[in-house]
């Protein structure tokens, strides 16, 4: 009864933070700490101090902290501004193309070995662009972080070498690129197709024209913005090819550019977008209590209940998109699922690359939701003039609109050409 009740107050958390239009990170805390005393006091063995304090993601906190401090320094000083007019001279001006270059660019940079955290370094410069050029907020962030949660996957970034290590370990796979570009490609090309679904559903072709627009040329940079553009370099080198903490080597970059005089320290720091990161923290407390609950575990042993061979890779996606939202996919959701997965093929005799197909594509595809890393930083990375409490709310959606997508797709037979 609790576990429904829990799953029953997040809905309702969300539901009334779009009524009322408050803030529902700070509903979600409040919520987060009555729940958690109710079910206390009906029995449940939850600490209600631990599961509301300690669950305070505070990873994802550091992190959309310090890159929203460095991107805000960049945009006070001029530097996004004076980046995304280059991109567009690269476009030749066409708007169109430019979620497509951005889609393209996230890609080669993340599967590079960036990973999913270089979102942090492009959605500030694509999403800038996207409002200077009358380009939806919401496709810009779904064809970007798109692009870059397929690069994400690739077998140099962390996503893609746990994804394949655990398959091999577990006899789904042999060693080597071969054996893993069947799960890559599966994923790459769902994430692929629903990005572009995105770049049509929300106006790619037909971008709005935006009064008084210049037309497009270079633009020089001064001292700041050079002294800026390094620092930016500096993260992406740093994160790429030392496995920089991007949290810390952002904070230092930071940092350096205030001693150095890049930007005004006030305006710097009243810059970093506080609400949106109370938005972010105050709803992952919340789900940590619906887990703690039983709320998680409810929904899965429900999806388990049913599993059958057409039904059953649907049902992993279903499982690792539930548990990818409320879990890391990379150190938690993977490992659990893909031996799981391993496991329940042979005993059901069900295609064992089918199921971990589906954990791999439920699981990563999540990660466009502002309860993961990722999608909170997208939301944290938005400009003020884009209203982040309804970005919030549409990469919310636009996470369940991709397992739907995923599951039709599955039972459709389209994964079936991979495994």
Sequence with gaps: MIAVASLVVLVGVIALSAIIKKNAGIISLVAAYIFALIAHACGTDINVSKVVT?????????IVLATTFL??????????????????CLARGNARLLPLIFFVFGALISGAGAGGLVVAVIMPIALFVAVGNGISALMMS?????????????????????????????????????????????????????????????????????????????????RNQTLTLIAILVVLVGVIFFGQNIGLICFACAGVLLMLGAVDQKKAIAAIPWGTILLICGMSVLISVVNACGGIAFLSEKLENVIGEKSAQPIMMVLGGLMG?????????????????????????????????????????????PLSTV????????????????????????????????????LLGLFRVFG
């Design 71 to 88: 991107f805000g320094i960049a945009t006070l000083n001029g530097t996004t501004q004076a980046l995304s007019k280059n991109i567009v």
């Design 325 to 369: 939202a409320v879990s890391s996919g990379t150190g938690v959701v993977m490992p659990t699922l893909i031996p799981l997965a391993a496991e329940l093929g042979s005993s059901l005799n069900i295609s064992v690359m089918s199921l971990v197909i589906g954990v791999i594509v439920g699981t990563n595809g999540v990660v466009i939701s």
């Design 142 to 222: 779904l064809v970007t972080m798109g692009g870059i949660m397929v690069g994400g996957l690739s077998p140099l970034a962390i996503n893609g070498i746990v994804a394949q290590q655990l398959s091999v370990e577990n006899g789904v796979i042999a060693e080597g690129l071969g054996g893993y570009l069947p799960l890559w490609g599966a994923y790459a090309a769902a994430m692929t197709l629903f990005s572009l679904g995105a770049y049509f559903i929300f106006g790619g072709l037909k971008p709005k024209k935006v009064e008084g627009a210049e037309k497009p040329h270079f633009v020089k940079v001064d």
């Design 54 to 62: 300690s669950n305070w993601p505070t990873s994802l906190f550091f």
């Design 375 to 410: 999608g909170g930083i997208c939301v944290g990375c938005a400009p003020e003039s884009v209203d982040r409490d309804k970005l919030y709310n549409q990469l919310l959606l636009s996470a369940i609109c991709f397992i739907v997508m995923s599951v039709v797709l599955s």
